[in-house]
């Protein structure tokens, strides 16, 4: 079967399945692709479904899709994530719609001919209208992180105007960058211990990462990757709270 054969089937059930899971499902559909890229086969789309079911798992969920090969010729990007070792370009992740608490590992990566692909890097939702449908205290962003693990940027997905996260390439093989999709109530990201109560065992947690130079710092609440006075203004701003019964 040809690749877009493939593609084609691929979308098809994709969007069954979606149709086929429950109402309270969150799909975002993302898309990445190189800025007058020259090559058609790009776009690539990935697609993170926060998923409102019971059976739901973190792991590898039955109704998750592999990463289709990619092209045989020609330079290319993908998006995917790794779950349980299995490359998924649609991945489902339990999701609770009171009280969400949800990330989504997505690793970019640059495959093709030498020297590697080289231009402007264009990962955008393209389905933003669903975000008017949620919880406006959710913080709902991605943060993205260069191959040897550096905070690179942060676009909160409620706030920016064309819900795209722009970099630049130059000659680049492998994965190239790793982007994390977070959606949390601000309480459940308060809530450091998950003890379901923000107390002071949670501040306690927050003064251990206090200004610390840390990769990916667990008390970093509002996505900057780092630990200061915002963090705790939010952490203060949910102090007692129950994040069970939001």
Not at 22 to 41: C, K, T, V, W, Y
Not at 53 to 72: E, F, I, N, T
Request: hydrophobic share 45%.
């Amino acid at each position: 079967m040809k690749i877009g054969s493939k593609l084609a089937v691929i979308v098809a059930v994709a969007a069954w399945f979606e149709g086929a899971a429950a109402a309270g499902n969150l799909p975002l559909h993302f898309r990445i692709s190189l800025e007058q890229a020259p090559n058609p086969f790009m776009p690539d789309t990935f697609r993170a479904i926060a998923a409102d079911r019971s059976d739901a798992r973190k792991g590898y969920d039955p109704l998750d899709v592999l990463q289709p090969p990619g092209p045989p010729t020609g330079d290319y990007l993908q998006a995917m994530s790794t779950d349980t070792g299995r490359q998924l370009t649609i991945d489902y992740r339990p999701f609770d719609p009171t009280a969400p608490d949800v990330t989504f590992p997505i690793d970019i990566v640059a495959s093709g001919q030498n020297p590697g692909v080289s231009g402007a890097v264009v990962f955008e939702l393209t389905n933003s209208e669903l975000l008017e449908d949620t919880n406006a205290e959710w913080m709902v962003y991605l943060k993205r992180y260069e191959a040897g693990g550096a905070f690179a940027g942060k676009l909160d997905l409620r706030t920016s105007q064309d819900h795209k996260m722009r970099w630049l390439l130059s000659d680049a093989k492998g994965t190239l960058a790793a982007i994390l999709l977070i959606i949390r109530e601000p309480c459940a990201a308060a809530d450091l211990d998950g003890s379901g109560v923000v107390t002071l065992a949670d501040l306690e947690l927050m003064a251990a990462d206090w200004h610390a130079s840390l990769s990916r710092p667990a008390a970093d609440l509002d996505g900057d990757d780092k630990v200061d006075l915002s963090d705790l203004l939010m952490l203060a701003d949910n102090w007692l709270c129950d994040c069970r019964q939001n």
